[in-house]
């Protein structure tokens, strides 16, 4: 009898191509989009019945941006981690990840320069990477989405140095201290009435990128699947534990102590766990259930539809403002808020399609060139952008 069971290996878990971390990828930045879309600009707004719920259906896309995370820490330290005695290992490194994230966030910085959607200020600490800190500089954080990418790359000019310089062994024990650090300084800040940054700035939120190198460690050791899968159920069994305890002491909300520090670590678990899941799923005989076409378009597109999806909506509400104001959602009216999805979101999705496609790929092209004395990369490098041979890339 033919047994299909996560269990059953059809492929190693990690593989030159896992497309299920496209699927994974689209789910993150659909997250992000129905956040933005409809619970973010109008939870203020009166509905009720199924418009109602439909809203604060969306309420839990933020937390896409810490899937990201953990995805992203995952992929890029397996690239590094697989290519540390390999020469040129900084040079290749910083050279396709410039070419990877810097066309398409520059370009959108020009955009919100010459549409007037940021300050001078603002644009000046986005170009440096800066937008999670602009708090610090008394600076308005003009373009929300901004500020995890800088996260991200304050966390790839460190790391490529901490995984060449230390062991495979120290790589795992450094990404777990971070994992335990970093909620204690959210403890503390919080304790002592800091925390304005405690949701972005990098030392308050590495952890996700940094529990996701640790299962790029653990995941390139001597684990058999059948421990990798209960690896995963211990996961989601304390991820569920801690938020159905912690319930009562404040993890469902950053306002309590208990929230302030254990409430990331809760959510990237949970996020460890189901990356887990797909990577078990994708390369069992049940990988169907994880390649999902429609969630890897959105994967493939991820990162230009993350920075150019609020760009959208702005024109949008901007437009109707000036010239047909009846046109804004308002109380009562959730079906304007489903059109603006709709038309802003589809114009978003198909301006992300078309960069993508027309413009990245060229700078993707390119990143060839230095990695010709490799194997093939991850999960296609042209079909989706956020690699043991090289593994995908982790733009969004």
């Known amino acids: 009898m033919k047994q299909h069971s996560i269990f059953v290996a059809s492929e190693n878990l990690i593989r030159p191509v896992m497309p299920e971390l496209d699927s994974l990828r689209g789910l993150a930045i659909l997250g992000v989009l129905f956040l933005h879309g409809f619970f973010w600009p109008y939870s203020g707004l009166h509905f009720k019945g199924w418009s109602r719920i439909l809203l604060l259906a969306t309420r839990p896309g933020w937390l896409g941006v810490n ?31 410039a070419l990877r994230i810097l066309p398409a966030y520059y370009s959108l910085l020009i955009l919100l320069a010459i ?17 999670n800190l602009t708090n610090l500089f008394g600076v308005p954080a003009d373009y929300g989405p901004l500020w995890s ?42 304790h002592y009435g800091y925390t304005a940054g405690l949701g972005w700035y990098t030392w308050f939120v590495a952890d996700g990128l940094a529990l996701g ?39 469902l909300t950053m306002q309590r102590t208990f929230g302030a520090t254990l409430q990331y ?10 990356l887990l899941l797909f990577l078990l799923l994708g390369s069992s005989p049940r990988k169907r259930c994880v390649n999902s076409a429609t ?34 959602p308002a109380d009562g009216h959730f079906e304007l808020v489903v059109i603006r999805f709709l038309v802003a979101g589809g114009a978003a999705v198909g301006l992300a399609y078309l960069s993508r496609r027309y413009f990245e790929e060229a700078f993707l092209r390119m990143k060839d060139r230095f990695t010709r004395d490799e194997a093939p990369t991850l999960a ?11 593994l995908q890339d982790p733009g969004r």
């Open 149 to 190: 990418l800088a996260v991200e790359e304050h966390y790839y000019i460190a790391w490529p140095a901490v995984v060449r310089k230390l062991n495979t062994k120290n790589v795992a024990i450094a990404s777990a201290a971070i994992c335990v650090v970093v909620p204690v300084l959210r403890s503390v800040a919080f």
């Open 213 to 251: 190198s640790l299962l790029a460690v653990v995941l390139r050791s001597s684990l058999t699947r059948a421990r990798v899968a209960r690896l995963c159920a211990v996961l989601f069994t304390l991820a569920l534990i801690f938020t159905g305890v912690g319930a009562r002491f404040g993890i």
């Open 380 to 390: 296609p490098d042209s079909a989706a952008a956020p690699a043991l041979p090289q």
């Open 265 to 274: 670590s809760v959510v990237h678990v949970f996020f460890a766990a189901v």
């Open 295 to 328: 969630l890897q378009f959105f994967g493939y597109i991820s990162y230009g539809l993350y920075l150019i999806h609020l760009l959208v909506f702005r024109i949008y509400d901007k437009i109707l403002r000036y010239y047909w104001p009846q046109l804004l």
């Open 67 to 97: 899937l990201f995370f953990v995805l992203s820490g995952f992929l890029i330290t397996g690239i590094l981690l697989d290519s540390k005695n390999k020469p040129r290992y900084y040079s290749r490194f910083y050279t396709r990840r």
């Open 115 to 131: 549409l007037h959607q940021a300050s001078a200020g603002f644009l000046g600490l986005s170009f440096i990477y800066l937008a």
